[in-house]
């Protein structure tokens, strides 16, 4: 599966931004899916990821209550709805998809994931 990533830019702290990933090559309800991001200077992180079956999710804990992720089917895509941004989500954001081991478990480390998209840049101003 091929994922393109899209929706990043720059936006104010308090403001709300909506990252997209559409898959192309393979159904996205074949894959658990994630999103990550990477500081500069900084390993690459854990965001959010949803499992096989699409209802459960996982956050990591500075995003948790901010951010939401979720996914079309119809449309093939997986997204990242962020609320209340503040600079330090600044980041390079990326989605990952992986070929499931397990149908209920969400995903939390990118060494998992086989494929990836290119990435999106979010700059948060204050």
């Known amino acids: 599966v091929d994922l393109i990533d899209s929706g990043g830019g720059l936006v104010q702290a308090g403001g709300s931004l909506r990252l997209s990933c559409k898959a192309s090559g393979q159904p996205i309800n074949n894959y658990a899916l994630g999103w990550f991001r990477q500081a500069p200077g900084k390993e690459r992180e854990f965001v959010a990821a949803?499992?096989?079956?699409?209802?459960?999710?996982y956050y990591t804990d500075s995003v948790k209550g901010r951010f939401t992720i979720s996914r079309d089917l119809a449309k093939n895509s997986m997204y990242l709805q962020m609320n209340s941004l503040k600079p330090e989500d600044t980041a390079v954001y990326y989605c990952a998809a992986k070929d499931p081991l397990d149908i209920v478990v969400t995903y939390t480390d990118d060494r998992e994931y086989e494929h990836w998209g290119q990435g999106s840049q979010v700059t948060v101003s204050s």
């Open positions: 949803i499992n096989w079956g699409g209802v459960r999710t």
